[in-house]
């Protein structure tokens, strides 16, 4: 007879240390107690992001989809028009709390270990990866950010670098956001029939703009015949005039590719190809 802790045992108790570890963060945080405003008093629009709720590539389930659109209404809903005073924290987690289904969550796409599969409460790091790369558009500061492990997806149709979005798992994986400023801003979420729109607002003008790109992007094989992407996330940084003030990197990632990458050839890339096209 086997002696130890049965498996259904070992995993409520690994659920139990996960909720301790993160309400202890949240307790040390601290200043993520936060209200709700209407927009009066939050005219300067400073970032705003959209992204599509429904994708027409093989292997999604549109039913899970359907319910991955539930979930964002029932999260969204509990972070639209939040505002975020200086020196105060904004915790996805905190603020949307454990997604179950007594709570009106239903199954949705849920990328484990690189499948695709239900879960409930599924497709919420769609509501973290807008956040992100709404976020970084701003003077927030990002202080807690998980990347995805894996590539699922290809480039078609992609319209921003690969790594900008930052994944979420209850309540291990949390994406917060500080803020560092003087300033006060206040988030805009909202779910229209096509689309997952995001806005951050201030009580007054920024003066600064931002371009996030890609730089250092490569694809390598594996000895098993997989491959792995990586890229550095960069940031400009401009002021009032269009003069840079500074270019740092933003997020180191790194992630094993779910399809068989398009690799060109030395030829057919041409002469003048950056580093950042992979081959095998």
Request: charged share 25%.
């Amino acid at each position: 007879m086997a002696i130890g802790v049965p498996v259904r045992a070992r995993a409520v108790l690994g659920s139990g240390v996960r909720r301790a570890r993160r309400e202890w963060q949240w307790w040390r945080a601290g200043g993520l107690q936060l209200r709700r405003a209407e927009p009066d008093g939050f005219g300067h629009l400073v970032a705003e992001h959209a992204t599509p709720l429904f994708r027409t590539l093989s292997g999604l389930d549109d039913d899970l989809q359907r319910g991955k659109v539930v979930n964002l209404r029932l999260a969204t809903a509990r972070l639209d028009g939040l505002v975020l005073e200086p020196g105060q924290r904004l915790s996805f987690w905190y603020q949307v709390r454990r997604p179950t289904r007594r709570r009106g969550f239903v199954d949705g796409l849920v990328l484990d270990h690189g499948r695709l599969t239900a879960g409930t409460g599924g497709g919420l790091c769609q509501a973290t990866n807008l956040l992100y790369w709404l976020t970084l558009h701003t003077p927030l500061e990002i202080a807690e950010r998980w990347r995805h492990s894996y590539d699922v997806f290809p480039d078609s149709n992609r319209t921003q670098p690969f790594g900008s979005g930052a994944t979420c798992a209850w309540p291990t994986l949390d994406l917060q956001v500080v803020n560092p400023t003087s300033a006060r801003f206040r988030l805009a979420l909202r779910v229209t029939e096509t689309e997952l729109v995001g806005q951050w607002w201030s009580d007054r003008p920024t003066g600064l703009s931002y371009q996030v790109y890609e730089a250092a992007h490569v694809i390598e094989p594996r000895p098993d015949g997989a491959f792995v992407r990586r890229n550095l996330l960069r940031r400009r940084t401009f002021d009032a005039h269009g003069s840079e003030l500074a270019d740092e990197v933003v997020a180191a990632n790194e992630a094993l590719m779910r399809y068989r990458p398009y690799l060109p050839s030395r030829a057919e890339a041409g002469p003048g190809t950056p580093e950042d096209v992979g081959r095998a």
